[in-house]
């Protein structure tokens, strides 16, 4: 029975990590249809164990595994949104069906509590969430706004803050190439990055664009992980094009791609198709560049996003063609004005050749 246990408990986090390598999934705010499937799964579950199932009632599903209830409810519940991550989905049950957890904007006094708790108990997020009765997400993502305690700052970055945070990054890339074989998110030891205040445990993370900046501006301890994104992204790391992930032309075919597949969600794109010779994940990371230079309105669904990029793309394309239609008949106008031109030079030429031999004939004649 034992050995059942450990099987089970190992395959389900197996396949809790494996949705962290999946390119087809739903990312953002749960919209009406979802939340009402989750309501439908939950208490579909309920019903068979005799659970209450009411919002705000499902304390069960935040017990240990090990009391009996919880065992595979996150997992049965979430096989009711394929597109979202059984993560995805714990932490949406966790925030809107359970009571025992403060929501809501943070006070001065809990901020104190927060970083003191994390001053004594390190990472520790479940504990110290459960000492402050808030997610231990809603804790964690506290302490980084608050970035630990560490003052800030938030003018010109100074030439070792540049020097150090390239240094973090190349580490970070190192320590990630060391990991690539395995299965599920990379597993990222603190003891790799060159900081002083390096933790022994391992820290598990999943990157965005090959970087979790969260875990690279713990180690800057001066930077927030946005100024620290924007700061490489922006100024010091290499484009894709740069790093020959992507080429001439291959935003089009992106483009061209995602109006043919016709989804209506990300997750129901076949990413990795899109654009011959490249990944899931530099398409994806392509497209993402690109909604940055759409307008915010078209953003709030994909659809719009991709007609917008498309239109765009038309347009770009039909200001190209038309400039070299007009350049050929430029370059016509211009042979004609050169010829026109030609033929006049020619003129005033024997004219001038004209006038000096008159010249020189009116001179013999006066001497003779």
Not at 43 to 62: F, I, K, N, T
Not at 121 to 142: F, M, S, V
């Amino acid at each position: 029975c034992c050995c059942c246990c450990c099987c089970c408990c190992c395959c389900c986090c197996s396949s809790w990590r494996a949705d962290y390598n999946r390119t087809d999934v739903k990312h953002g705010r749960f919209d009406d249809g979802e939340r009402a499937a989750i309501a439908a799964a939950i208490r579909e579950y309920a019903e068979e164990r005799g659970l209450p199932y009411s919002l705000g009632a499902c304390d069960w599903l935040v017990e240990r595994a090990a009391a009996g209830h919880k065992r595979g409810a996150i997992t049965a519940i979430a096989a009711a949104l394929p597109q979202r991550t059984r993560k995805a989905v714990w932490q949406f049950v966790r925030g809107n069906y359970t009571p025992t957890e403060v929501q809501g904007k943070w006070s001065a006094a809990e901020d104190a509590r927060l970083l003191a708790l994390y001053s004594e108990l390190g990472p520790r997020w479940k504990e110290i969430g459960g000492r402050l009765g808030r997610l231990d997400r809603a804790a964690r993502d506290r302490a980084r706004d608050l970035n630990y305690g560490q003052p800030l700052n938030t003018g010109k970055w100074t030439d070792d803050e540049v020097d150090l945070l390239q240094t973090l990054v190349a580490s970070y890339r190192q320590a990630v190439a060391l990991t690539a074989d395995a299965d599920g998110p990379h597993t990222i030891s603190d003891s790799l990055l060159p900081s002083d205040t390096a933790e022994a445990r391992a820290l598990a993370v999943t990157t965005l664009d090959d970087i979790d900046w969260t875990f690279v501006a713990r180690q800057m301890g001066t930077r927030t992980s946005r100024q620290c994104a924007e700061k490489w992204h922006m100024r010091l790391g290499p484009s894709m094009v740069e790093a020959g992930q992507w080429g001439r032309g291959d935003d089009a075919r992106l483009i061209r791609g995602l109006v043919a597949a016709a989804a209506e969600e990300a997750h129901e794109v076949a990413w990795g198709s899109l654009v011959a010779g490249r990944t899931a994940e530099q398409c994806q990371r392509r497209w993402r560049l690109v909604l940055k230079h759409l307008p915010v309105e078209v953003r709030c669904t994909f659809a719009a996003a991709v007609a917008e990029a498309a239109a765009r793309l038309q347009q770009s394309e039909d200001k190209a063609a038309a400039a070299a239609r007009s350049g050929g008949s430029k370059t016509k106008q211009q042979r004609k004005r050169q010829a026109a031109g030609n033929e006049d030079a020619q003129q005033e030429q024997q004219q001038q050749q004209q006038q000096q031999q008159h010249a020189a004939g009116a001179a013999r004649r006066s001497s003779s």
